[in-house]
């Protein structure tokens, strides 16, 4: 690869970050809080390919020097930046995310801040999974909460499930509840991946060893939702 092809690609590659970064559709990579490093990263990327390439065209070699042009490479190099403007990759579903793992010892309890006020405050999946195994709070403990995701189902069972994200899709993994109570014969007749807003209380005794830590929660009532702009979880 010639030295101009290498300084078209990198300013390539920072005008992509620039134009994830304004369609919003970086959110299938990565977190929203690293969207300040994204767009550092394409400015820094930009002024260095644009710095390389002047910096060539002053001290271009002349025609005698033997070295054939290829203008049809750096034409090759535009399809990647026309893919991101014209073909956006959904995020990551159920099976594109790793299984949660197995956890060989119980997580170490430690007290949890206290659930926002009122009748069925929100809380993510994940944050769910997380007090039910480890709140030495019981921040659950007979509240009424909502909850949102989408539905897997399973052999005799059925799950609220969310894809979670620590930095980017790379280290994704599925974070997921046991429904049970009234109303999961309603949840369980929707198809999978189902976005559903249920209502109910977490089973916090149900989180241990032998569930790999996966909590049941009692829904008492069921909606379906349109699929959120952001599917992922942090």
Not at 60 to 77: F, I, K, N, Q, T
Not at 190 to 195: A, F, H, L, N, V
Request: one cysteine or more; glycine letters at 6%; a neutral charge.
């Amino acid at each position: 690869m010639s030295r101009g092809t290498q300084n078209v690609l990198m300013l390539l590659v920072g005008l992509s970050a620039v134009v994830m970064a304004v369609k919003g559709s970086y959110l299938h990579y990565v977190k929203p809080s690293l969207l300040p490093w994204l767009i550092t990263a394409a400015v820094v990327l930009i002024v260095l390919g644009i710095a390389a390439v002047v910096r060539d065209l002053r001290h271009a070699p002349d025609d005698e020097s033997g070295h054939r042009h290829r203008p049809w490479l750096v034409w090759l190099l535009l399809v990647p930046i026309a893919l991101t403007v014209f073909v956006v990759p959904p995020p990551l579903g159920a099976q594109g995310a790793t299984p949660e793992a197995v956890a060989a010892t119980a997580p170490q309890k430690h007290p949890f801040p206290a659930l926002p006020a009122g009748p069925a405050p929100t809380v993510s999946v994940p944050d769910v999974v997380m007090r039910a195994a480890a709140d030495s709070a019981n921040s659950l403990e007979g509240r009424l909460i909502t909850v949102t995701g989408f539905t897997l189902h399973y052999p005799g069972s059925t799950d609220l499930a969310r894809v979670v994200i620590v930095c980017c899709a790379a280290d994704a993994q599925l974070a997921r509840i046991h429904l049970s109570g009234p109303a999961l014969a309603e949840a369980a007749g929707y198809p999978e991946e189902t976005w559903l807003q249920i209502e109910g209380h977490v089973l916090t005794a149900t989180s241990h060893a032998a569930t790999n830590f996966i909590p049941t929660m009692a829904v008492s009532s069921v909606k379906r939702i349109d699929k959120p702009a952001n599917t992922y979880a942090y």
